[in-house]
């Protein structure tokens, strides 16, 4: 048994840790693009720069993209590790000793 199997409180909150980086990351991936758009009409219609206007445009989404996807990482690590395992580790508790689906484990046993 783990720490976690035991306290189901801890894995309510470590779910909802990982559930609220994968919301984080849909925000800022949101506020990044709006934020852009903004941006880049000002600076076109203030200043008719296309060209710089674009590649602001892309540095601010690709920012905001790269921060989110370290996030979107961690919550999937978090997933993962924590909670995948705590789902194997429970399935496999009423486990008999024979494996029904990989059957050639059982053969040479």
Do not use: W
């Amino acid at each position: 048994m783990n720490l976690f199997s035991e306290n189901p409180l801890m894995l309510a909150f470590i779910a909802n840790v990982a559930f609220s980086l994968e919301i984080g990351a849909v925000l800022i991936i949101s506020h990044s693009i709006l934020t852009a758009v903004m941006r880049y009409l000002r600076g076109f219609f203030k200043h008719g720069q296309t060209e710089i206007c674009i590649s602001n445009f892309k540095h601010a989404v690709g920012r905001g993209v790269q921060v989110s996807l370290e996030l979107l990482i961690a919550a999937d690590i978090i997933n993962t590790v924590v909670l995948d395992a705590n789902h194997l580790q429970c399935a496999g508790a009423g486990h008999s000793g024979a494996h029904p689906h990989l059957p050639e484990l059982d053969a040479g046993a």
